[in-house]
């Protein structure tokens, strides 16, 4: 089971938790499940999403395995120009 830490805009989506435990071994995976039980995260998705695990963040490599024990923050994309 992961504990994923949420940011910004992305709590509001998950009914203002902060914090959610979640069964997945990979970033599509806990994605995917995020969507399932938070449909309001799909438009975050949409938007852009990165991905921390223990500090690396993770913006495109959905395959990324998750350890087990593993410091994972989900940060809505910030534009950049």
Request: proline share 4%.
């Amino acid at each position: 089971m992961l504990r994923v830490s949420l940011s910004g805009s992305l709590r509001s989506a998950a009914g203002g938790a902060e914090n959610i435990d979640i069964e997945a071994q990979s970033i599509r995976e806990l994605l995917n499940r995020l969507v399932d039980r938070y449909p309001l995260m799909r438009k975050h998705l949409d938007e852009g999403i990165a991905v921390s695990i223990d500090g690396e963040i993770y913006r495109d490599n959905w395959a990324k395995i998750i350890p087990e024990g593993a410091e994972v923050f989900l940060l809505p994309r910030i534009q950049g120009g």
